[in-house]
């Protein structure tokens, strides 16, 4: 599911001619990011090595699998932590840690983000694995 995922994101991108249009559709994936409760936004759940403010909550469902929620104070950065989420929550702790996400390069992102977005990208795929080898090491923890 998580390959599904980041091949309806390449195809999504490659619909776009340029940055400008793909910047854009990032903006708009945030605008449809599950957000995460106030409750939630509290010094625990913020994304370190962010420039902007980045809160991410993962919480373990019955089935086994992790939903995401997550938001930010920065439409650009609330975008591209919508696309981590989407590709993967919903998923197994195990499929989580082992992703491969060529999506971000696929897409180009790392080529078109600054250096501080770049490294906020790469803080938020760590987080969301380390919540990930949380679950899967104590799969009836919640993380908060």
Request: proline share 3%.
């Amino acid at each position: 599911m998580i390959e599904q995922r980041q091949q309806e994101v390449i195809e999504e991108f490659s619909m776009f001619d340029d940055w400008m249009q793909k910047y854009e559709h990032i903006i708009e994936l945030g605008r449809d990011l599950p957000l995460i409760d106030e409750s939630q936004k509290v010094e625990e759940n913020l994304i370190r090595g962010c420039q902007s403010r980045v809160w991410l909550h993962a919480a373990q469902e019955e089935n086994g699998t992790i939903a995401f929620t997550a938001d930010s104070d920065a439409i650009i950065t609330k975008g591209l932590v919508a696309l981590v989420v989407r590709v993967l929550s919903g998923e197994k702790p195990r499929d989580i840690v082992n992703a491969d996400l060529h999506f971000v390069l696929d897409i180009g992102l790392h080529q078109h983000l600054s250096p501080t977005r770049s490294n906020g990208l790469a803080a938020m795929i760590k987080q969301i694995k380390i919540y990930a080898l949380a679950f899967g090491n104590n799969p009836s923890a919640e993380q908060s």
